[in-house]
């Protein structure tokens, strides 16, 4: 579902079909087995793209981000934050989206003390993906740390 999110504008703009999306991959991140790293590894990816999704339409379109869920969002970054102590191949996934998270949240989401919560162990996260693991992993990591500082609310 997340590969065509990104790949055809009328469907990435649909709020309620990137909403669908993101419970799906939730529910899947959520419900499989850490020893079936080839799935999570497909469904980390997803969540990469979705994530990239959302970006697209922060900047494309403001009313997107009015209008999605911090109840979305913030089961986002916890499913997010949970699936990190994976594998480095899933892990290198996982810092890509949590970059692309942190830069859609909105400045009302942000100033919420359970969103500033996530926003500190998603940062310590990244912080230390960069220094550890996989190189492509540290790349994402570093990536995605500058997709949170280019986010200006």
């Not at 922060?58 to 986002?76: A, E, H, Q, W």
């Not at 190189?135 to 994402?140: L, P, Q, S």
Request: one cysteine or more; charged letters at 20%; a positive charge.
């Amino acid at each position: 579902m997340s590969r065509s999110t990104g790949n055809v504008p009328c469907i990435r703009d649909d709020l309620l079909f990137v909403a669908d999306t993101a419970n799906a991959i939730i529910t899947a991140l959520e419900t499989t087995d850490s020893a079936d790293s080839g799935l999570l590894l497909r469904v980390s990816w997803s969540l990469g793209n979705l994530s990239d999704t959302l970006v697209v339409n922060k900047l494309n379109n403001p009313s997107f981000v009015t209008d999605f869920s911090d109840i979305l969002l913030g089961r986002l970054l916890d499913v997010s934050l949970k699936t990190a102590a994976s594998n480095d191949k899933v892990k290198s996934n996982i810092v890509r989206a949590l970059g692309n998270l942190l830069r859609f949240m909105k400045q009302s989401t942000h100033d919420k003390a359970h969103f500033r919560e996530y926003v500190a162990r998603s940062v310590d996260c990244l912080l230390r993906a960069c220094t550890s693991g996989m190189m492509k992993t540290r790349w994402n990591a570093c990536y995605a740390l500058v997709n949170t500082l280019q986010n200006l609310f």
